[in-house]
């Protein structure tokens, strides 16, 4: 399993990733943002080390791939349709943000339930 990096995070919507089309990457693959956690689970039993509680942070997209970076933005969608409004073209969605710090782009902050995402987090191709 390859592993790649948050290197650069563009909005909260959009972030650079350490692996490019020298990695292989191609435009429209996926990825999963991974907080790795330092404390290990062991069988009760054994004593054999079962792995870590990883948290998943956001799944991204690749948008635009470059020889050894890519950018990406999250994959999932907002609909912004209202039951008030009749929509006869269809509907409205937007990119809903990744939940990044965002001491690291520039701006305030909203504490989520979700952890952050930060430069250094893993991405790891999921598709």
Do not use: W
Not at 28 to 38: L, R
């Amino acid at each position: 399993m390859t592993e790649f990096k948050i290197a650069k995070i563009i909005s909260d919507t959009t972030v650079v990733i350490t692996g490019g089309t020298t990695q292989g990457i191609k435009e429209s693959e996926e990825f999963t943002i991974y907080g790795k956690s330092d404390e290990e689970v062991t069988n009760p039993d054994t004593g054999e080390v079962l792995g870590t509680l990883d948290v998943i942070k956001g799944k991204i997209k690749v948008i635009a791939v470059y020889e050894h970076m890519s950018v990406c933005e999250n994959v999932e969608r907002t609909n912004l349709n209202t039951p008030q409004i009749d929509n006869s073209f269809g509907q409205f969605v937007r990119i809903k943000p990744l939940n990044v710090d965002r001491a690291q782009i520039t701006g305030g902050y909203s504490p989520t339930a979700t952890p952050l995402i930060k430069i250094g987090d893993l991405a790891i191709r999921s598709k």
